[in-house]
Structure formats: C-alpha cells, structure tokens
C-alpha cells in the first residue's frame, strides 16, 4: 500500500517547489494533469520525469524503456516516474491513471526541494 512520504499529511510540496511548479506550469493541478496526460501518452514501458533546465525552467518529458533524460540533454532530474507496467500491475492492473495519481501521496518533495535549492 502507499503511504505517504509524510505521515497524516497532504504530502504538499514546499514552498519553493510550489513556486517553481507555479511558475512553470501555472498551477499544481496543470502540474499533475501535464504529468498524468504524460503517462498516458508513454505507449508501453518508459519513465515520466521532471526535470530542471539550465537556464532554470522546469518541464516534463518521458523517455522509453530504461533511458532518462540525461542520456540526450543538459539537465538534472527532479522527479522520475516509473509508468512501466511492472511498476503498478499488481496492485493497479491496467490502471496507469490510478497508479500515477497515487505517486503525489508518497512523493518525497524534499529531493526536488534540496537541488532547487541548490541551483536558485
């Protein structure tokens, strides 16, 4: 069962995540609906990912099979998907929509936070 990164909370991005999510894609539903939309579109095994450029925008893209985006460009990775049917199958059958909803229950926010930090 997932849980979430933190117990009996939300699992809200800080504040900083939130803006940069603010900033790059207007709002945390577009966030996760562009996510989502992502998913759906990776036709069989891949990876959905949020990634930061280096001129400091941040946007999502997915990749097939076992490639990430550091394999064709000038990025760091602040968020990786697995939407590989082995990832979700078990528990969620076909149901990549369900499985990738759920991932924003046990994101662990801190990650993205740290190399935001880093890089601002």
Same mark, same amino acid.
């Given at each position: 069962?997932? /849980? ?13 995540? /939130?803006?940069?999510?603010?900033? @790059?894609?207007?709002? *945390? ?13 990776? *036709? ?22 076992? @490639? ?16 590989? &049917? ?10 990549? &929509? ?5 991932? *924003? ?12 930090? &880093?890089?601002?």
């Amino acid at each position: 069962m997932l /849980r979430p990164y933190k117990p009996f909370s939300t699992n809200e991005p800080p504040t900083l995540v /939130r803006n940069i999510i603010d900033r @790059d894609f207007g709002n *945390f539903n577009n966030f996760k609906n562009q996510i989502l939309e992502t998913a759906k579109k990776r *036709f069989g095994s891949g990876w959905v990912w949020w990634i930061l450029n280096p001129d400091g925008t941040t946007e999502i893209v997915q990749t097939p099979y076992q @490639d990430n985006p550091l394999m064709y460009r000038d990025c760091k990775i602040l968020l990786g998907i697995d939407v590989w &049917e082995h990832a979700y199958y078990l528990k969620y059958q076909a149901k990549r &929509e369900k499985y990738v909803n759920n991932i *924003f229950n046990v994101i662990n926010w801190n990650y993205p936070n740290r190399i935001l930090i &880093e890089n601002n």
